[in-house]
């Protein structure tokens, strides 16, 4: 063998090392695809999330840093699995497969019974207003409802904030979340990115047999060239908000690699149509270019200038062009727009009976608007389903943390913690587009605010100890001189 491949054959093993912790991951892999193999969806549908489940727990409490990687990979991938599922065994409505992310995510309540105690007073007290907001909507919901009713919005509402405190009161072990983060969103654009132009191009089966069983066009028409490209995702909106993050995180990373995600990325991106998150992703660009130094901020540009020269001739050719340009022109004349007007009614009809709504619906409850969907406003959502005895706190305890992110992050050379506070604030300004707290918009949101808020704690303890240090030899060398 040559000799030059030596090194890369050693990065590749390193990468599934300590083989302990990779064992169940593949183990996880295995079994999907012998389900899929022998057309075993029913055996699917239980092993799935109960594999995915036991292996985060074994990740989570002897390989925690590869938890975080696999927790992320297990939100990405799910809907695919599921959708693929369904295909093979029947349409299957509500489905145990979309329990997986959140008890992945559920296992962080351990991190908040344990650390909270110490953590309420060192910035954990946000975390746990938001928490007890939760909670009040989760009483009212069973009280107006019934006790399994909100079970599920229940882990729609608490896994984000759980996840995200569990970034937070780590925060010693920030470099290493760094980088486990910024390299599942890499290879996470480009694999999602990928699937999403062949879906877009190619329609595949199992994604047109979840678009026909859809009460909703929204996401698109189950045929090439008509979908609204959602990849591996359950829906367009989320998945436009993971590769907005994603997207994001590419400016912070230095490998060549990027460029290659970026291409398909942004045309995946594109293709969602999803307009909120194309806001969104420009707000955290507001956020993240003057956070940076001026060396970062020359180098961005670059970055910029040679991004836009990969993806703009993919937006240019046919088949993505006409679909691109005439979504955004409707930016520029949103009074002919018919998604802007219909949710302009909606709220028109909605506001007035949320602002009235005191104690809320709970969770489980709904939005009273007929031209709104179920997910089109994270501020109604607070409104309608927590009232204002729950949106205060609710509210308060997040905007607590988004402000506490506005201050200046100790160690201007990393572009990661800017970009991770960029991506918070970015996503937190679609609240009143989409519901920006929950699922996966939760996860981004959350997660993105408690990694930033770690790598602020970080830099601010590094910054104490080597004052601390200096001050010390200061002493020394006085006592010595004296």
């Not at 959708?83 to 559920?106: C, E, H, K, S, Y």
């Not at 908040?112 to 910035?123: C, D, S």
């Not at 990928?194 to 191009?201: A, E, H, M, T």
Request: aromatic content about 16%; some cysteine.
């Amino acid at each position: 063998m040559p000799a030059s491949r030596l090194p890369a054959l050693k990065s590749f093993a390193l990468m599934f090392k300590p083989v302990l912790a990779w064992i169940p991951i593949f183990t996880v892999i295995l079994l999907t695809l012998l389900c899929f193999v022998a057309k075993a969806v029913v055996i699917l549908r239980i092993a799935y999330p109960v594999a995915c489940f036991m292996t985060a727990v074994w990740l989570y409490f002897r390989y925690p840093i590869l938890y975080l990687g696999f927790n992320w990979w297990v939100w990405f991938l799910t809907p695919f699995v599921r959708r693929v599922g369904d295909l093979q065994g029947g349409w299957l409505d509500p489905n145990p497969i979309m329990l997986t992310p959140f008890l992945t995510a559920l296992i962080t309540l351990v991190t908040f019974v344990q650390y909270f105690p110490k953590a309420y007073h060192r910035g954990g007290l946000p975390f746990l207003m938001a928490i007890v907001a939760v909670i009040y909507g989760l009483l009212v919901g069973i009280s107006n409802w019934s006790l399994i009713q909100p079970l599920v919005p229940l882990l729609n509402w608490l896994t984000p904030i759980l996840f995200g405190f569990h970034l937070f009161v780590h925060w010693r072990q920030y470099p290493l979340y760094r980088r486990v983060t910024q390299r599942v969103f890499l290879w996470g654009v480009a694999v999602m990115g990928f699937y999403g132009i062949v879906q877009y191009l190619f329609a595949p089966a199992w994604d047109r047999f979840w678009l026909m069983n859809q009460e909703t066009q929204v996401f698109g028409i189950p045929e090439p060239l008509g979908i609204r490209v959602f990849s591996t995702m359950n829906s367009t909106q989320p998945f436009a908000c993971v590769m907005a993050a994603g997207l994001v995180l590419l400016f912070s990373d230095r490998g060549g690699a990027r460029f290659l995600a970026a291409g398909v990325g942004y045309l995946s991106f594109l293709l969602t149509l999803a307009r909120s998150s194309w806001l969104g992703w420009v707000v955290s660009l507001a956020f993240f270019i003057p956070s940076l130094k001026q060396r970062l901020q020359i180098r961005l540009v670059l970055t910029v200038f040679v991004m836009t020269i990969l993806v703009l001739p993919l937006t240019a050719i046919d088949p993505f062009a006409d679909v691109i340009n005439s979504r955004l022109q409707s930016l520029f004349d949103i009074g002919n727009d018919v998604s802007f007007n219909a949710r302009s009614v909606g709220y028109n009809q909605a506001l007035g009976l949320a602002l009235n709504e005191v104690v809320g619906q709970g969770l489980g409850g709904v939005i009273i608007s007929e031209s709104l969907g179920p997910n089109d406003s994270g501020i109604l959502s607070l409104l309608f389903l927590l009232g204002w005895f729950g949106t205060l706190p609710y509210l308060g305890g997040l905007l607590v943390l988004l402000l506490s992110l506005t201050r200046k992050i100790e160690g201007g050379d990393d572009p990661f913690a800017a970009a991770s506070r960029a991506i918070a604030l970015g996503t937190f300004a679609q609240i009143g587009l989409n519901e920006s707290m929950l699922g996966v918009f939760g996860m981004v949101l959350w997660g993105f605010l408690g990694i930033a808020l770690a790598a602020q704690r970080y830099y601010w303890y590094q910054r104490q100890t080597q004052s601390d240090s200096i001050e010390e030899l200061h002493e020394t060398l006085s006592v010595a001189n004296y």
